[in-house]
T-cell receptor, first 107, second 111 residues
């Protein structure tokens, strides 16, 4: 069993829909990261959180340390949100990555 | 700010050839990392460095070597490339336990 599990693996949505991507982990962590990767592109950090909730524009990330679970929400989704979203957790100076959720948002 | 810059962006190698990937960061970060990304798998750590002159093995270090002679540069070497090293390679840097900044990736094909 992978130490970091994401669901769903693939997600399609219509523009404007509310989207949720989930991340569960089985190791002790000091922080959880949400990253975004566009097709053929680099990887960009969206959030780093160790408790509670963070919001940036239409993106919201939450974490429940006791349940070892995090969610990434996208409100009012847009085709430009189409990307792979990656969850990563870290306890020491190294990160363990999930395999990513591929999101496609159609107009 | 350039952030994290990787060169080259694409490369095709023949089996047995050698090459060096260069990662440069201009954020004065102590920590630098080399990952590989393969289909259906999460990013896997090859080697990392916690400061100038230091390196350490990650999850998949075999077939790779690294050097961190200057704080801003982290080099990844393949001494004798194999088809199993066909992958997309990402460099990242941070101050440790902080947000990581990634390069644009290097797509390497070994034939």
């Amino acid at each position: 069993k992978n130490e970091v599990e994401q669901s769903p693996q693939n997600l399609t949505a219509q523009e404007g829909e509310f989207i949720t991507i989930n991340c569960s982990y089985s190791v002790g962590i000091s922080a959880l990261h949400w990253l975004q990767q566009h097709p053929g592109g680099g990887i960009v950090s969206l959030f780093m959180l160790s408790s509670g909730k963070k919001k940036h524009g239409r993106l919201i990330a939450t974490i429940n340390i006791q349940e070892k679970h995090s969610s990434l929400h996208i409100t009012a989704s847009h085709p430009r949100d189409s990307a792979v979203y990656i969850c990563a957790v870290g306890d020491t100076d190294k990160l363990i990555f999930g395999t990513g959720t591929r999101l496609q948002v159609f107009p | 700010n350039a952030g994290v810059t990787q060169t080259p962006k694409f490369r095709v190698l023949k089996t047995g050839q050698s090459m060096t990937l260069l990662c440069a960061q201009d954020m004065n970060h102590e920590y630098m990392y080399w990952y590989r990304q393969d289909p259906g798998m999460g990013l896997r750590l090859i080697h990392y460095s916690v400061g100038e002159g230091t390196t350490a093995k990650g999850e998949v270090p075999d077939g790779y070597n690294v050097s961190r002679l200057k704080k801003q540069n982290f080099l990844l070497g393949l001494e004798s490339a194999a088809p199993s090293q066909t992958s997309v390679y990402f460099c990242a840097s941070n101050r440790g336990y902080t947000e990581a900044f990634f390069g644009q990736g290097t797509r390497l094909t070994v034939v």
